[in-house]
C-alpha cells in the first residue's frame, strides 16, 4: 500500500462554521433528494419529466458557477457563502409551498444554484486555509454535512407516513440556517480572504490538460452520486415492493454510508497516496452497486446502498482535489469551473438515468452506473500519467 508524509488537520472555528455551513446545505440536498419521488407520484409525473428538476439543479449550478469568481471579487467569500445559504432557503421555500411543476422546477434550480456558491466557495477557503491537509479537511467537511444529510432524509421519510407530509419537513433547512447565523454569524477564516485570482497575464491563463480530465472524473462522480441520490428509492421500491416512502429510507443507508466513509477517507487521505485511494473507493462502489442492483430483498438493498455510500464517500472530495491540485493556484477560479463540471453533471446523470428508466426500466437504466465507474477511472489513470 503506497502511504504518503502525515499531515496534521487543525479545526479551527473557522473550519468548524464552514462544517456546519456544508451540514445545512446538506440539509437541503438530501431533504430534496428524498422528496422528489414523493413529488413525482403527488404530481403524477413521468420518470423523465420529474428528472427535469435535476436539469433545473443543473441550470442553477451553472449560472451561479458562471458568475462565482465575480461575485467572490466583489463581496468576498464571507459574504458569498451567506448569501448562498439565504437564497437556498428560498428555493426551498417555493418547494415547500408550490404545487405546480415550473414552480417546483424553479425551487429546485435556485436551490441548488445558491446552495452550490456555498459549496464552493466553502471547498475554496478549506484549500486555502488547510494548505496540505486541504484533501482531507474537505473529505472530513462533507462528512459532516452527509452525517447531518442523514437526517434530513429519514426525516422526509417519516414526514411522509405522517398527517404532517413531507413537505413539512422541508423546514428543517430555514431553521438550521437561523440557528447557525445566530451562533456563528460572527466567524470566518483569518486573512486568506482573497479570491486567488492574480493581477496580470496569469489570470488569462488557460488552465492545464490535466485540469480538464480532473474535471471529467469529477462530473463521472457527481453524475453517478445524483443517479442514487434521485433514483436509487425508485429503484428499491420497484425491486423490493416496499412503497415509495419506505423506500426513501434507501437513502438513508446511502447517506450513512458516504458519512462513514468521509470521516475515515480524511484519516485516510492524509496517509494513503491519492490515486491508490481514489481507485479503490470507485471500486467499492461498484460491489455494492452490484449487491444493490441484484438485490430483491429490502436488507441487501440496503446493504449494497450503504457500501455504494461509502466507496462514493471520497469520489467528490477527492476528485475536487484533483481539480484543486491542477489549478496552479487558482483556486477560486478552479472551484467554480468545477461547480459548472458539476452542474452538468447534475443535469445530464439523473435526467438521463430517469429517461432510461422510462423506456427500459429503472433496473436497466442503472447499467448508467458501472459505466461512469470505468469513465471515473480511465481518466484518474489518465491524469497521473
Not at 94 to 117: E, F, K, Q, R
Request: aromatic share 8%.
Amino acid at each position: 500500500m503506497a502511504a504518503i508524509a502525515p499531515v496534521r488537520l487543525i479545526r479551527d472555528r473557522a473550519t468548524w462554521l464552514i462544517y456546519l455551513q456544508l451540514g445545512v446545505f446538506a440539509t437541503y440536498l438530501y431533504g430534496l433528494s428524498a422528496a422528489l419521488p414523493l413529488l413525482r407520484i403527488d404530481r403524477g409525473l413521468s420518470q423523465a419529466v420529474a428528472g427535469l428538476h435535476g436539469t433545473s439543479m443543473a441550470v442553477g449550478g451553472i449560472l451561479t458557477g458562471l458568475a462565482l469568481p465575480w461575485l467572490t471579487r466583489r463581496i468576498g467569500r464571507r459574504a458569498v457563502t451567506w448569501t448562498g445559504l439565504a437564497g437556498m432557503n428560498a428555493g426551498v421555500l417555493l418547494v415547500m409551498l408550490g404545487d405546480a411543476l415550473p414552480v417546483t422546477l424553479l425551487g429546485y434550480g435556485i436551490a441548488s444554484g445558491m446552495g452550490s456558491i456555498t459549496l464552493y466557495a466553502g471547498m475554496a477557503a478549506l484549500d486555502d486555509h488547510h494548505g496540505p491537509a486541504g484533501a482531507a479537511a474537505i473529505s472530513e467537511a462533507n462528512a459532516v454535512g452527509v452525517t447531518i444529510g442523514i437526517g434530513a432524509s429519514f426525516v422526509i421519510s417519516f414526514a411522509a407516513q405522517s398527517v404532517l407530509g413531507w413537505r413539512t419537513a422541508l423546514l428543517m433547512t430555514p431553521v438550521l440556517t437561523a440557528l447557525l447565523v445566530l451562533t456563528m454569524g460572527r466567524v470566518w477564516t483569518p486573512h486568506r480572504e482573497s479570491t486567488g485570482v492574480r493581477v496580470g497575464p496569469e489570470v488569462k491563463a488557460r488552465f492545464s490538460r490535466a485540469f480538464y480530465i480532473a474535471g471529467a472524473v469529477l462530473f463521472c462522480c457527481v453524475a453517478m452520486e445524483f443517479c442514487f441520490n434521485l433514483w436509487a428509492a425508485k429503484l428499491v421500491a420497484d425491486q423490493t415492493g416496499l412503497s415509495a416512502a419506505m423506500a426513501a429510507t434507501g437513502l438513508t443507508a446511502f447517506t450513512a454510508g458516504l458519512a462513514a466513509g468521509r470521516f475515515a477517507g480524511a484519516r485516510l487521505a492524509l496517509r494513503m497516496a491519492p490515486t491508490t485511494l481514489f481507485v479503490g473507493a470507485l471500486a467499492l462502489t461498484a460491489a455494492g452497486w452490484a449487491v444493490f442492483w441484484l438485490s430483491e430483498e429490502p436488507v441487501l438493498s440496503y446493504a449494497g446502498l450503504a457500501a455504494c455510500g461509502l466507496g462514493a464517500s471520497l469520489h467528490f472530495p477527492m476528485a475536487l482535489s484533483r481539480v484543486l491540485a491542477a489549478s496552479g493556484g487558482r483556486a477560486d477560479q478552479a472551484t467554480a469551473t468545477a461547480s459548472v463540471f458539476s452542474s452538468l453533471a447534475v443535469g445530464a446523470g439523473p435526467f438521463l438515468l430517469g429517461a432510461l428508466g422510462d423506456a427500459f426500466g429503472t433496473h436497466q437504466a442503472f447499467l448508467m452506473v458501472p459505466a461512469l465507474i470505468g469513465l471515473a477511472i480511465g481518466g484518474i489513470l489518465a491524469g497521473s500519467r
